[in-house]
């Protein structure tokens, strides 16, 4: 009994340890204040939008007037060839974007590591990830201007076949599109992801490749044994977050390629064809519903999977 009145006595109210964690921290929350305020405005204050989805949506009588029609948009989402085409457009984008792109960092992160010269590691730290900071329409108009009819590619494959060959329309072969897409996305995101995996390398003891090197392993064993189950977690949280961007695209690079012999839509060209050129704004929201019901679904399927077979999860 004299025991538990100590412990009522000590007990200090929630607030006030709320408040004291918010005085002592408060140069990190003003730090993450605008990020805060970003997020609440462009991620939850349009949600109660999602409505529009199950309803037939009439600008003139507003949102919350509107008549409902229930799942008629997502039955129309199925049923409509175009969209069923971008549905499959997307998932294949994604696909091979996660295949192609995914492992890159890895493998670019383990080459990386090799390097002795510490000049020369940081000099091509800095030209991978330098990319990063390109706005995608920026990468596209380099895309246009390093692959154009008369661009440096042109003229250096002209160069090489001696001034007898062609000039190639590379931007407007079809069959080149996707390439483009997987060869862009890497290009610009591979050094992002290096960043993270050399974090994860510094991190794993060091004493473990001595022990190595003594019992004989190569670096291509040390690599296998003690490099990548190193990286395990950091493999596995990424991928989780990866899986769960399946169902999106990257609209910027999509629509920025595309021109008048290119025609590839996704669904984030549909939302906006859809929404913002032709007014249908409910069948822009039903498609956003089923994304972002898609991305939900995926992401907390692959962190259960991953929970259960490895233990490691995002919560």
């Known amino acids: 009994m004299h025991k538990e009145i100590i412990y009522n006595q ?27 305020v970003l997020t609440f405005v462009f991620a939850y204050v349009p949600m109660p939008g999602i409505i529009a989805a199950f309803k037939d949506y009439n600008i003139f009588l507003g949102l919350w007037n509107s008549p409902w029609v229930g799942l008629e948009h997502v039955r129309e989402i199925f049923e409509t060839p175009m969209l069923r085409q971008a549905i499959f457009n997307t998932l294949e984008l994604s696909l091979l974007t996660i295949l192609v792109g995914f492992p890159a960092p890895i493998i670019l992160a383990l080459m990386i590591n090799e390097i002795k010269d510490g000049l020369f590691k940081r000099s091509v730290q800095t030209l991978s990830y ?124 999509v629509y920025g390629m595309q021109n008048a012999f290119i025609s590839y839509d996704v669904i984030s060209t549909i939302v906006y064809s859809s929404g913002i050129q032709q007014g249908n704004y409910s069948m822009a929201a039903a498609v956003g519903f089923l994304q972002g019901l898609v991305a939900l679904l995926l992401t907390v399927g692959a962190n259960t999977i991953s929970k259960k077979t490895t233990g490691i999860s995002i919560w």
């Open 10 to 36: 000590s007990a200090k109210p929630t607030g006030s340890r709320f408040m004291r964690a918010l005085r002592k921290n408060s140069f990190g929350y003003m730090l993450m204040l605008p990020s805060i």
């Open 130 to 253: 330098l990319p990063h900071f390109l706005s995608w329409i920026a990468v596209v108009g380099l895309a246009y201007s390093f692959f154009d009819l008369y661009g440096p590619l042109n003229d250096l494959l002209l160069k090489l076949s001696g001034g007898e060959g062609e000039r190639i329309m590379f931007l407007s072969k079809q069959e080149l599109f996707l390439p483009f897409l997987l060869l862009l996305s890497v290009w610009k995101e591979v050094g992002w992801g290096t960043v993270v995996y050399l974090a994860a390398i510094t991190s794993i003891d060091p004493s473990l490749y001595e022990a190595a090197k003594i019992d004989g392993a190569n670096r291509w064993k040390q690599h296998l044994y003690i490099t990548l189950p190193g990286l395990k977690m950091t493999t596995i949280l990424l991928l989780i977050f990866t899986l769960g961007t399946l169902f999106n695209s990257n609209f910027e690079l």
